[in-house]
């Protein structure tokens, strides 16, 4: 190659390269401004101008709250909240797809209307599509800056649990959070509703993934409207067994009806599930290909298809396990299986500071021993209360004994004994206790399945129970 064609290819290169310098930086100034504009409709309670930041179909990824019902809850905030100030740290801001991907940590402070002080501090990304010469919001998430690392374009790379999976052109992978399950990753569709939701957990030996689909599918049949299931049955992926559902629904944040496609499947002690929402339904058709072609893109390690719940485990459990006895030093607690049962750290998802599976040497009960960082969010009272509602949410015909007040390790608690039904998971007899300590929220969930065996069961309960202690 020529000298001058060198250097000609150097100055294309550097061109290019300013090019691309001043279009980002032309994009984040509209963007800067964009926020200007809503950050100032919330500092001075301007509903009108909030909302004109946001797009018709406007609806949090997955299923959270649509345009309607977040003006509404705007508007509370405008009553309850005085002297609203909002402050935005931008993190990063990049195309995505058709939208433009915002990452960034907003901080609110105000006074309430009665009394006190309000502060706020969120991890967000917005998914914002151009509106003439700026932006409006199409779909949003909670979402930390870190959370970005497993992503590398279009493919999202879980080390800890060897798994990876990718989504086509024009979809955009957003972290995600869920109480109960780890590595969930969010996949918003090009259309700004429709989504899918990947995560996984380690579930006791007596669930597989038949019993948890079928359980899940059970719930939004009492939680949900409009209920309808079309398929359901087995559905390999790859060469691992797996099972599906074809359900058609509405859930009560939202008035637009979805199909939802279920793929549970295990593997390497972990139950991993994949669900695939076209909203509204009518879309199905247009989105199956794009579902089917995420879920072929699905692989794990060799060495995760044997023990990935090892490897989970190794990284994400807290605490020490030394024969029958759990204990944790970060918080001083202790906890000790009856005599041949077995005692292990188990993952669920990042609301627990840890999980600890108790079992008997044979048959389906469990004992599990929880603790949630409650963040001085709520009593005693009203957390034992929100589980008892669950419990009638998601079974009909629960059956909820009276709270009973006692003394655990030197503190208050209370416990309950409830019996409830869920497809797929069987009848089931509960008795949990709970124990509040400064914002530590300890649980001791003691499950008879099924049912009839526990009169059988319960001396050991007990025993557990009153094992716990804390310094």
């Known amino acids: 190659m020529k000298k001058t064609a060198i250097l000609a ?37 301007n509903l009108d101008e909030f909302m004109s930041c946001f797009t018709p179909d406007y609806m949090e990824v997955w299923a959270g709250p649509n345009r309607a019902q977040l003006k509404a809850i705007i508007e509370k905030n405008n009553t309850d909240l005085e002297n609203i100030s909002a402050r935005r740290e931008f993190k990063n801001i990049t195309r995505a797809g058709k939208y433009i991907q915002v990452v960034s940590r907003v901080a609110i402070k105000a006074d309430k209307a009665g009394g006190g002080k309000h ?11 151009p509106d003439g010469d700026s932006f409006k919001i199409q779909s949003r998430a909670n979402a930390k800056p870190e959370a970005y690392k497993n992503f590398q374009g279009n493919t999202c790379t879980d080390d800890t649990a060897g798994i990876q999976f990718s989504v086509p052109e ?59 299931i079309f398929q359901a049955g087995e559905y390999p992926v790859g060469d691992l ?11 009560p944040q939202d008035d637009r009806d979805r199909k939802r496609w279920r793929v549970y499947f295990s593997a390497g002690g972990l139950l991993i599930t994949f ?8 879309r199905w058709d247009g989105l199956k290909p794009d579902f089917e072609t995420i879920l072929a893109s699905f692989s794990m390690t060799p060495e995760s298809q044997k023990d990935a719940a090892s490897q989970v485990r190794a990284q994400t459990a807290k605490g020490e396990v030394a024969g029958r006895i759990y204990s944790n030093d970060e918080l001083g607690c202790q906890i000790a299986a009856p005599k041949d049962w077995t005692l292990k750290t188990s993952t669920l998802g990042p609301q627990f500071i840890f999980s600890v599976d108790i079992t008997p040497p044979a048959g389906q009960s469990i004992i599990r021993f929880l603790a949630v960082d409650t963040q001085g969010q709520g009593s005693l009272e009203q957390f034992i209360q929100g589980d008892r509602d669950a419990l009638k949410m998601i079974s009909k015909d629960a059956e909820l004994g009276e709270i009973q007040d006692l003394e655990l390790a030197g503190y208050p608690a209370k416990m309950h ?55």
């Open 119 to 129: 502060e706020m501090n969120l991890d967000e990304v917005q998914f914002l599509v």
């Open 417 to 471: 004994v409830s019996r409830f039904a869920i497809e797929g998971m069987g009848d089931i007899k509960r008795q949990a206790a709970y124990i509040l300590v400064k914002n530590t929220l300890y649980c001791i969930v003691c499950d008879a399945k099924p049912a009839a065996e526990f009169d059988t069961m319960e001396p050991r309960f007990d025993e557990v129970i009153q094992s716990f202690t804390i310094n």
């Open 275 to 282: 669900n695939f929402d076209a909203i509204p339904a009518e």
């Open 9 to 45: 290819w150097g100055l294309m290169a550097a061109l290019a390269g300013s090019l691309a310098f001043a279009q980002d930086t032309e994009l984040r100034a509209k963007v800067e401004a964009f926020y200007q504009k809503l950050d100032r409709a919330t500092e001075t309670e």
């Open 241 to 251: 067994k797996g099972y599906e559902s074809i359900t058609r629904f509405t859930i």
């Open 170 to 228: 024009g979809w955009v992978l957003v972290p995600g959070a869920h109480p109960y399950m780890r590595g969930v990753t969010f996949m918003l569709a090009p259309d700004g509703t429709s989504a899918a939701m990947f995560g996984y957990l380690e579930l006791p030996s007596n669930v597989g993934a038949k019993e948890a689909l079928e359980g899940d599918d059970a719930v939004c049949k009492t939680v949900a409207k409009n209920f309808e």
